[in-house]
């Protein structure tokens, strides 16, 4: 079982539905990180949150909404989301925004009808 | 060029044989080096972890790092069926968040 735990696990949505992914860690970790992963692809960073505050924003486009309510949770809202977007979203924590290793959860596999 | 260079495989082997996993890289600022494995349709799983250079050990893994040929290495030994998944390396330089990746090894261990 991994320390970060993602839900839901699959996510079948229409282009013009809104939807939220769920990421948790009770690692006392500080960073937390969105990814998305194509088939046989590394991960791509998205987004990073250092101590509950929006860091780093890798040129995400604006239907993607990440939230941070609070150290433990990770929220991403999305919002008409294209097919190109079907992947597999991948949560991330780590001590702090400095430090590595980086812990994933096992993601959330979404599919854009 | 990519900063981190990965063989993408797949890499074949019989079960109990003892596997090498690479990656080469162009950036010497790199301090952090991680492998992780990826089994299907789950999220990348932490094996090792190594700060700057020197080797780790822990069962039946062992990770390698020589910073003056940018070349790290995983050795799995007495490999297992179960070992088939895809091997990513990672790195990260002093004070980055950010991971640079190489594009995954997979492995398959033949029963």
């Known amino acids: 079982d991994t320390e970060v735990t993602q839900t839901p696990k699959h996510l079948v949505m229409g282009m013009t539905n809104k939807k939220s992914l769920k990421c948790e860690q009770h690692?006392?970790?500080?960073?937390m990180y969105w990814y998305k992963q194509k088939a046989k692809k590394p991960p791509e960073l998205m987004f990073v949150?250092?101590?509950?505050?929006?860091?780093i924003n890798e040129s995400v486009p604006s239907r993607f909404s990440p939230e941070c309510p609070n150290s433990s949770l990770l929220n991403l809202h999305l919002h008409a989301l294209q097919p190109e977007d079907s992947a597999l979203y991948l949560c991330?924590?780590?001590?702090?925004?400095?430090?590595?290793?980086?812990?994933f959860g096992d993601g959330t596999r979404l599919s854009i009808l | 060029q990519k900063e981190v260079e990965q063989d993408p495989g797949p890499l074949s082997v019989p079960e109990g044989a003892i596997v090498s996993l690479n990656c080469t890289y162009s950036?010497?600022?790199?301090?952090?080096f991680m492998w992780y494995r990826q089994y299907s349709r789950k999220g990348p799983e932490l094996l090792m972890y190594?700060?700057?250079?020197g080797n780790k050990e822990d069962g039946r893994f062992t990770a390698q790092v020589d910073k003056s040929s940018k070349y790290i290495s995983l050795f799995i030994r007495d490999s297992q069926p179960s070992d088939s998944a895809t091997y990513l390396c990672?790195?990260?330089?002093?004070?980055?968040?950010?991971?640079?990746f190489g594009s995954g090894t997979r492995l398959l261990v033949r029963p």
């Open positions: 991330a924590s780590s001590q702090d925004l400095v430090s590595q290793p980086q812990h």
């Open positions: 690692m006392g970790h500080r960073a």
């Open positions: 949150y250092s101590y509950e505050k929006l860091s």
């Open positions: 950036n010497s600022a790199f301090q952090y």
């Open positions: 190594t700060y700057s250079s």
């Open positions: 990672a790195m990260s330089g002093d004070s980055s968040y950010k991971l640079i």
